[in-house]
């Protein structure tokens, strides 16, 4: 069976995994642990404010069910509004993590859309940058914004399909296909997915991953949906390396006629 050698690097750190799940919105801790053992995923997202990664010590630690040893630990700015809180955010987790320098930066422009706000990212990400941190930047989809934070030096760039947390799918795949046209770094969909189909799309079109958390957490059966979104991930690539077929208006058939005998 011809094999394809393809693996996620960010960082410099080489992933099997292009699926990274976050750890918010499940009902318990034992529930969070085996949906991202389900999922394969190898990148974890944290939300800092929202969790406890030992700054509560009288508080169960998020450590305990995704040790640093066997994941990826990705600690994000969510609900972060200013530039100067997400930083802050970022130099305590690289503080709790013994000089982790791998963050996701996200900041929020209102709170009923969570959609970015642009110019308080662009502020936050060259702070960043400049003091060494490995940035991976949660922003629109406009393409123009994008390259301009690859240029600025973030390690991944994460456009939304749509709000977060909506579950609606790719609104406008065409803004992503002109971001994977022009970029260097990692694009991963960030935002947006609902279901197994969708991340299979954002795959399809050449993504180089998905991160999710609600699609997962808010499933009726989150183990089970994170399996699919392994499987959703892994399939959608394949399909990207195969190429699929041309599309056509009338259908054609399966075996030529030409030289049958009737």
Do not use: W
């Amino acid at each position: 069976m011809e094999q394809i050698e393809d693996t996620l690097s960010i960082a410099g750190k080489i992933y099997q995994s292009r699926l990274l799940v976050g750890t918010g919105k499940y009902k318990n801790f034992e529930e969070t642990q085996l949906a991202i053992e389900a999922s394969g995923a190898e990148i974890i997202t944290v939300a800092l404010r929202r969790s406890n990664l030992g700054q509560n010590p009288d508080e169960p630690n998020l450590l305990d069910i995704i040790p640093p040893e066997k994941y990826t630990i990705l600690p994000n700015t969510a609900g972060c509004y200013t530039a100067k809180d997400a930083v802050r955010t970022c130099r305590l987790a690289r503080e709790l993590l013994d000089g982790h320098k791998l963050v996701k930066l996200e900041v929020l422009g209102d709170e009923k859309t969570l959609y970015p706000d642009i110019s308080a990212t662009l502020e936050a990400t060259e702070t960043l940058v400049k003091d060494g941190f490995d940035v991976m930047v949660y922003t629109s989809d406009d393409p123009i914004i994008a390259k301009r934070l690859e240029e600025m030096g973030c390690v991944a760039v994460m456009p939304l399909a749509a709000p977060i947390g909506s579950g609606l799918g790719i609104r406008n795949p065409y803004n992503i296909l002109t971001i994977l046209e022009d970029a260097n770094v990692p694009i991963i969909v960030d935002a947006g997915v609902g279901t197994a189909s969708d991340a299979a799309i954002a795959m399809e079109m050449g993504c180089a991953g998905v991160l999710m958390n609600t699609a997962i957490a808010a499933a009726n059966k989150p183990i089970i949906m994170a399996r699919a979104m392994r499987k959703a991930i892994e399939a959608g690539r394949d399909a990207f390396h195969a190429g699929r077929m041309p599309r056509k208006r009338y259908a054609s058939a399966s075996s030529p006629i030409d030289g049958t005998f009737f």
